[in-house]
């Protein structure tokens, strides 16, 4: 990676630093791998197909790990680039060969980068591949016999071979497996039938049931005869494969062009008939195709228009209004658009975006958060691909003042002398931080924050009125008048206390109502004088509640009812069940 420099006249002793820091690579950089050794290894991709799934990756050595990549301009529409792992993928939907330069960086400080140019074809998808010979010619023991079977479509190369467990060929006949041609000398006479399949380099295949028939005689002439009268048209830089049929003729058939030429980049199979290729310019070629076989032969007049491919199509921009937004409040819209070719970039040609807002070129998104002055911006977009076509659209975004701030606390709780107080004023709307303040006076003790919070310990009684003011950043406001009312604090309840306890051979529980006794556990509780309490005993298995024994309770009941006026206690005896 080079390293470069804009200071002239540098001292021999840095230049020297320099270049011993830098591995003596020098001071400027090129594409290739850099001093740490990071390299880009991959020298070329695949080619893909038009509306197929396509996956490639990137890869690079040297350096350190992890790796990020990036890639200008943006690969074709609907395929994406893994910064983390350098891998491309997805459906593409355009047919044509970009160019991108792809950049590897390492994660060593100061990073290495290091770029690779490479070229991306996607192609448009192969014709069905589907084998077109229905039947073979017969053939003569001891003559030779050669006859292609013809498939058209697919993508070449083509692989032949005959489906095992459906028959042979005749004995001395075999199958090319390249060319689909059955060729040899036939050793013996009959009849044999056998399927022939066909694959082509993506995996598609079909197949064709056929039979030859043998005789044990010569063959009665029978000249060859082309009965293709015309060929369909192709196109530059696509792959072109199509047979010219003939029936009849003797042993092998031989092919060649007698007059004229074919397009540039296809060629004709001397042994199937079969023209293919990939034409490299446009233009109508006549010629004259000729077949010979045992000593005869046919000629037939024809010609291939190759076009030029259809240009790609133009951008075009889909976004015809844009929703309103806010001042103080995030701004978020992606423009759209369809067609183009390779990456978008995105641009203002007149007008002017609001205040606060501002457009990624890149990816056509509009963001920011608006500032004042509110009011409508008319603005014009422009979107241009790779290839120099473009679309422009006329938009307007229209930015309003937000709603000022409302009050929505209308009354304020009391307080009580001694006792904290602390109460958040609330209010909805505005922008930015809300400021709190207030006219008149607080309860004393009690302070006011700019954060709307009352709070403090008040000391006095009584009713404070006063009105408080919200404003946002804008200066927009709202009032409330408001008060507090502090009332004096509460006496302390005068208590009296009950004691309770249990005693006899037998166990049992006593609990109160209201609650705060349940002796054994708890035996003492105290309440409100003149509160009136109520008494349950009730005894543990295996013994029996005996009676209540002094004070005011003093009876055999399971309950006691009595007023707490003053200090009081109650004894519950239990026995047991035996006694």
């Given at each position: 990676?080079?390293?470069g ?61 992890p790796?990020?990549?990036f ?28 160019t ?21 074809t996607?192609?448009p998808v ?8 229905a039947?073979?010619p ?10 292609p079977?013809?498939?058209s ?5 083509l692989?032949?071979n005959?489906?095992a ?10 199958l ?17 039938s ?10 598609e ?27 369909p ?15 009849g ?85 992606t ?40 009011g ?32 929505t606390?209308?009354?304020l ?16 709307g ?29 000391t ?19 009032t ?13 309840p ?50 029996t509640?005996d ?13 006691c ?19």
């Open positions: 990676m080079r390293r420099y804009s200071i002239g006249n540098i001292v021999c002793a840095i230049l020297l630093s320099c270049l011993y820091v830098l591995g003596l690579t020098g001071c400027g950089g090129d594409s290739g791998p850099t001093p740490g050794g990071l390299s880009i290894t991959t020298t070329s991709l695949p080619e893909g197909e038009d509306n197929e799934p396509y996956s490639a990756s990137l890869s690079g050595s040297g350096g350190t790990l790796y990020r990549w890639v200008s301009p943006a690969l074709p529409a609907n395929l994406s680039l893994d910064t983390a792992t350098g891998a491309i993928t997805g459906t593409p939907t355009t047919q044509a060969t970009t991108h330069t792809f950049t590897l960086r390492d994660s060593s400080v100061p990073s290495e980068t290091v770029q690779q140019t490479l070229r991306l996607i192609r192969p014709a069905f591949l589907g084998i077109i010979t039947s073979l017969n053939g003569t023991v001891n003559q030779a016999y050669n006859r079977v013809q498939a479509g697919g993508t070449p190369p692989t032949w005959i489906v467990g459906t028959g042979t060929l005749p004995p001395g006949l075999n090319n497996s390249t060319t689909g041609a059955i060729s040899g000398t036939p050793t013996a006479a009959g009849t044999s056998f399927t022939v399949r066909v694959t082509d380099a993506r995996g295949s079909d197949t064709e049931r056929l039979s030859i028939t043998i005789g044990a005689g010569p063959a009665p002439p029978n000249p060859p005869n082309i009965t293709t009268t015309t060929l048209a192709g196109t530059v830089g696509q792959p072109y494969s199509q047979p010219v049929q003939v029936t003729g003797t042993g092998a058939l031989t092919w060649s062009i007698s007059a004229g030429t074919l397009p540039a980049g296809l060629e004709l199979n001397q042994i199937n008939g079969a023209i293919s290729g990939t034409p490299t310019a446009a233009g109508t070629s006549p010629f004259t195709v000729r077949v010979d076989s045992g000593g005869q032969f046919d000629m037939q007049a024809l010609s291939i228009t190759i076009n030029e491919p259809a240009p790609p199509p133009s951008p075009s921009i889909t976004t015809t209004t844009l929703p309103a937004g806010t001042v103080g409040q995030t701004y978020n819209q423009l759209g658009a369809t067609g183009g070719t390779g990456g978008l970039t995105w641009s203002i040609v007149a007008g002017n975006l609001p205040a606060g807002l501002n457009l990624d070129q890149p990816s056509g998104v509009i963001s920011g958060t608006p500032i004042v002055p509110a409508a911006s008319s603005f014009t977009v422009r979107v241009a691909d790779a290839a120099g076509q473009d679309d422009t659209q006329a938009l307007s975004i229209t930015i309003n003042l937000p709603a000022p701030p409302n009050i606390t209308t009354m709780p009391g307080g009580t002398v001694g006792q904290p107080y602390a109460q958040t004023l609330q209010a909805t505005g922008i930015g931080t809300l400021t709190w303040s207030f006219t008149g006076s607080l309860p004393a003790m009690l302070s006011f924050s700019p954060g709307g919070v009352i709070s403090g310990t008040p006095n009684t009584g009713t404070s009125n006063f009105t408080v003011t919200v404003r946002d950043t804008l200066n927009l406001s709202d409330q008048p408001l008060s507090i009312t502090i009332s004096a604090a509460n006496p302390a005068d208590l009296v206390t009950l004691s309770v306890n249990t005693s006899g051979p037998g166990e049992g529980i006593v609990t109160s109502n209201p609650g705060g006794i349940s002796c054994p556990s708890t035996c003492v509780a105290s309440f409100p004088r003149g509160t009136i309490v109520t008494l349950t005993a009730t005894a543990n298995q295996g013994s509640f009676e209540w024994r002094g004070g005011p309770c003093n009876n055999r009941s399971g309950t009812q009595l007023t707490m006026n003053d200090n009081q206690s109650a004894n519950a005896r239990f026995e047991d069940e035996d006694d």
